[in-house]
């Protein structure tokens, strides 16, 4: 069954530093979104992306973030200057297009800023 | 925006007994709404799913309902065992929109 993967699983960097996530969505699936799970909090929307865009961001989504999809399969987000408060765990997620709602989560990666 | 409530934060059961999960949503306009099983370090896995226009879905031990009219939905897990311990998120969207979610019921399920 297809599956959406992430790498790294596990990510550990100096505060400052610039982190890039990368996430490989379903094959053939057209929207893809980024979360955020805090340690013991609820999952939180970051942005999704369509047709080479954004097409929604959350107050969280500053200009401390973006994402990109460098070619036909990676997504990626990048956070850069990265702070104590961005430890989490991220989550990647894909959805196949218009009319078909369920999203399907990678494994998530957990980011720890030092 | 969309505000998702979920309720309770934990649960715990015996095994075999039944858990209820609840949300309520903001917005009148979502039209999907979403169940998904987080377990220890993995990411959130899809275990069911109802839209606008059912009432009630119901897969093997797991079921759904919508009330659009109080805007609220559930979760009904019964015969519950101890694989089902987990932390569940309800979610909601509109077509073509952002899922927001719930802040998660972490269920245990004592043998």
């Known amino acids: 069954e297809p599956e959406v993967t992430q790498t790294p699983s596990h990510q550990v960097t100096q505060m400052g530093q610039e982190v890039i996530l990368r996430c490989v969505p379903i094959?053939?699936?057209?929207?893809f979104y980024w979360y955020r799970q805090i340690l013991g909090q609820k999952v939180e929307f970051l942005v999704s992306?369509?047709?080479?865009?954004?097409?929604?961001k959350s107050e969280i989504f500053d200009d401390q973030f973006s994402v990109e999809r460098p070619d036909g399969s990676n997504f990626t987000l990048k956070i850069r200057s990265t702070k104590l408060e961005d430890s989490a765990m991220y989550f990647c997620?894909?959805?196949?297009?218009?009319?078909?709602?369920?999203?399907?989560f990678g494994p998530g990666t957990r980011l720890l800023v030092l | 925006g969309e505000n998702v409530e979920q309720h309770p934060s934990t649960l715990s059961v015996q095994e075999g007994d039944s858990a209820v999960i609840k949300c309520t949503y903001s917005?009148?306009?979502?039209?999907?709404f979403p169940w998904y099983k987080q377990e220890l370090g993995k990411g959130p896995q899809l275990i069911i799913d109802?839209?606008?226009?059912?009432g009630e879905k119901k897969d093997q031990r797991i079921a759904v309902t919508l009330n659009k009219t109080a805007k609220h939905f559930s979760l009904h897990i019964t015969e519950t065992q101890p694989e089902d311990s987990a932390v569940y998120f309800c979610?909601?969207?509109?077509?073509?929109?952002?899922?927001?979610f719930g802040a998660g019921t972490r269920l245990t399920v004592k043998p």
């Open positions: 997620a894909s959805r196949e297009g218009t009319g078909q709602e369920t999203q399907y």
């Open positions: 094959s053939n699936h057209l929207y």
């Open positions: 992306f369509y047709n080479n865009e954004i097409s929604e």
């Open positions: 917005d009148s306009a979502s039209n999907y």
């Open positions: 109802i839209r606008s226009n059912v």
């Open positions: 979610a909601a969207s509109k077509m073509d929109n952002d899922m927001r």
